[in-house]
């Protein structure tokens, strides 16, 4: 074409030449399919976020994954089942944790004790005006041999505080004080409590600083601790358990009466589950007449349980006055407990008592299930942190397997590396089958990995422990 300032340029459409006929065929459906192609992945790139993965021809919309925690439980079947999963797994991994105590809690035999407790005050007068006097409650406490040892009374008391006596960590028989003043006196707090932490640091001595004015009456209540817990037993367990010394623990308890069904040819087995015939003294123990026959066993261990008492706290009283001998504001008392002889391992203390090697071989068996029991445990908090971290971030976690499993496919071909962009590794790993199996495979192959390094570094020490006994 011409005009008046010259030829006009002719704009020509791309594709098929002029005066050529419409494609039909095969490249007409080729081309179609190739634009139907293009405006999909378009769509699908507008509808993705930052940081989500898109397979070619599928669209993701991550809103799901960020919405809060009680969005998903209502409206979410498979999120709610995946806490509840939390939940049974946080109950399966505690009870396996006090088995595996329970298991070797019982570091060597159990020797009874004495404690001196020495209670003493003193009062502090300042040089300076105007300034109240103060006085220093102290609790302290010495352990010895035993109650033939330790004398009883001021005596005790005076010759302690004169040389020192045999002191030992207080911290660990103490688990809660109380003093209780005067309350007309000290107004706001006249009740001041200690409780032992988890964490506690070991002390020798507790001191209590408050204002002096006049002389009064301390009320003290301390509560021993003993480990493992003991607990003192009706007179009706009694018949049945028998005592070496005042109180007992649990576990010893539920052995000693287990024993006497044993003993006594009193267990009866059925398909209905075990029973146990109750006698004259299990009749007592379970305040029945003589019309019951039998009880099942697991109400049996509960009554053995109900007559489990706690230890009562030990309560006293001391005088706070100002004295010239300092001896003779002191209060002393002797208290049981009980310590355990940890220099050997549960074994070796076990053996030295002569036993049999049946007996030995048990504890042997109870002493391998705890270890099992330490590396389930181990197993499972592997898991349950997977389970967490894609709870928190389910985005951040597929994209780090994602990434994770390309590496170990391209690492497997024994061929020169090569950079890989995002296209081509989304490409390969959307169109992979085991995308599905992906959190099954990984979560697996990280817990047995780790099972493995515990299961290794648990027999190292059971092999360090035997060779140092």
């Excluded at 081309?31 to 192609?37: D, G, M, P, V, Y």
């Excluded at 391209?410 to 790993?429: H, I, Q, Y």
């Amino acid at each position: 074409m011409s005009g008046e300032g010259g030829e006009v340029p002719v704009k020509r459409k791309r594709g098929r030449p002029p005066g050529s006929k419409t494609g039909t065929g095969a490249s007409a459906r080729k081309a179609a399919a190739l634009r139907a192609e293009k405006a999909e992945a378009a769509q699908a790139a507008a509808h993705s976020g930052p940081g989500d993965v898109v397979a070619p021809g599928h669209m993701v919309n991550m809103n799901n994954a960020y919405r809060s925690e009680e969005a998903l439980i209502q409206n979410n079947e498979l999120f709610a089942k995946v806490m509840d999963a939390h939940a049974d797994l946080d109950e399966r991994i505690a009870r396996k944790l006090e088995d595996a105590k329970e298991a070797v809690s019982d570091a060597g035999p159990i020797f009874e004790k004495v404690l001196q407790l020495v209670i003493s005050s003193t009062i502090h007068h300042s040089n300076m005006q105007h300034v109240t006097p103060s006085f220093s409650l102290l609790i302290q406490g010495y352990l010895v041999e035993d109650e033939d040892g330790a004398e009883s009374g001021l005596a005790s008391a005076q010759k302690s505080l004169l040389r020192g006596g045999n002191q030992s960590r207080l911290s660990h028989f103490l688990r809660r004080v109380i003093v209780e003043l005067d309350e007309n006196l000290y107004v706001e707090e006249n009740l001041v409590e200690w409780n032992k932490a988890a964490d506690q640091h070991p002390f020798d001595a507790l001191e209590l600083t408050k204002p002096f004015t006049e002389p009064t009456m301390a009320r003290i209540i301390i509560e021993i601790e003993n480990v493992p817990e003991r607990f003192q037993l009706t007179q009706e367990l009694k018949t049945i358990v028998p005592l070496k010394y005042e109180t007992a623990s649990k576990k010893d308890t539920f052995a000693k009466a287990w024993k006497y069904v044993e003993e006594h040819n009193l267990m009866v087995s059925s398909s209905a589950g075990d029973s146990v015939k109750l006698d004259d003294n299990l009749r007592k123990l379970m305040a029945v007449n003589e019309t019951v026959e039998t009880v099942t066993a697991m109400d049996f261990l509960a009554e053995v349980k109900s007559n489990l008492l706690r230890i009562e706290p030990i309560e006293l009283s001391h005088k706070i006055n100002e004295s010239s001998d300092e001896l003779e504001d002191v209060t002393a008392v002797n208290i049981k407990t009980y310590v355990v002889e940890n220099s050997r391992s549960p074994v070796d203390a076990l053996a030295s008592k002569g036993m049999s090697d049946t007996e030995q071989g048990v504890i042997m068996q109870y002493r391998n299930k705890s270890y099992e029991y330490l590396e389930q445990v181990s197993l499972h908090r592997r898991r349950l942190e997977l389970f967490e971290n894609f709870a928190n971030d389910p985005n951040g976690v597929i994209n780090s397997l994602v990434m994770l499993k390309t590496k170990d496919e391209k690492a497997g071909r024994f061929a020169p590396s090569k950079s890989l962009d995002g296209e081509e590794r989304r490409k390969d790993v959307f169109k992979a089958p085991w995308m599905e199996e992906i959190v099954t495979r990984i979560d697996l192959k990280n817990a047995f990995s780790q099972a493995t390094k515990d299961t290794e570094r648990i027999a190292e020490e059971r092999a360090k422990r035997q060779k140092e006994s």
